[in-house]
């Protein structure tokens, strides 16, 4: 007999058509002289029904995110537009940090030499961390895995923090949606 696999409104990735799409209906499949449906299928508004070895959930699903394939790194440029006498209060005078977020080196964050000038210590902790964060994000992946596997089992707290993780995956995950129209003034 089949069981539902997925919910209904869950968010799921359709590999045939290379898609995220919400469940919108379960579809049991009935025989007759069976207590249970036979097999269920999915409707995903994408024209067609889909099997649940088609589909799958968020947390499965294998589709490159940003900081995976390659680690992130940490470079120091050099600050063209002050000697190092000028900025002698910076921790690396003469530089400022850049997060490469690419193999060739290029691609990333950078930081106007302005907002660095004004607070260096600052701008050089947000670096460190962006330049952290694919690490960070696979041990909230690593404690969301273990709570799941922990099958209810898992202290309460960790269970809260794996479910803070979840929600914060989900968000790094989901394409924002468009921004308005900015605000012409005439």
């Given at each position: 007999m089949a069981k539902a696999v997925f919910q209904r409104n869950q968010k799921v990735w359709v590999e045939s058509v290379g898609a995220w799409a919400v469940i919108e209906k379960i579809v049991p499949v009935w025989a007759k002289g069976f207590d249970e449906p036979v097999r269920v299928t999915?409707?995903?508004?994408?024209?067609?029904?889909?099997?649940?070895?088609?589909?799958?959930a968020e947390a499965d699903a294998t589709v490159e995110t940003v900081g995976e394939g390659g680690a992130w790194?940490?470079?120091?440029?050099?600050?063209?537009?002050?000697?190092?006498?000028?900025?002698?209060h910076h921790p690396h005078p003469g530089t400022y940090p850049v997060v490469v977020t690419d193999e060739a080196d290029w691609g990333g964050w950078r930081v106007p030499g302005a907002e660095y000038d004004r607070a260096p210590g600052r701008i050089e902790q947000q670096a460190r961390l962006i330049a952290s964060a694919p690490r960070l994000l696979t041990l909230a992946r690593a404690v969301m895995?273990?709570?799941?596997?922990?099958?209810?089992?898992?202290?309460?707290?960790?269970?809260?923090?794996?479910?803070?993780?979840?929600?914060?995956?989900?968000?790094?995950?989901?394409?924002?949606?468009?921004?308005?129209?900015?605000?012409?003034?005439?």
């Open positions: 999915y409707e995903v508004g994408l024209g067609r029904e889909f099997q649940a070895h088609e589909l799958r790194r940490l470079m120091r440029a050099r600050n063209k537009w002050q000697t190092e006498e000028d900025c002698a895995r273990l709570v799941d596997e922990s099958a209810g089992d898992a202290p309460p707290e960790l269970q809260r923090l794996a479910e803070a993780f979840a929600r914060l995956d989900r968000r790094i995950r989901e394409a924002p949606a468009a921004s308005p129209a900015p605000l012409t003034t005439e």
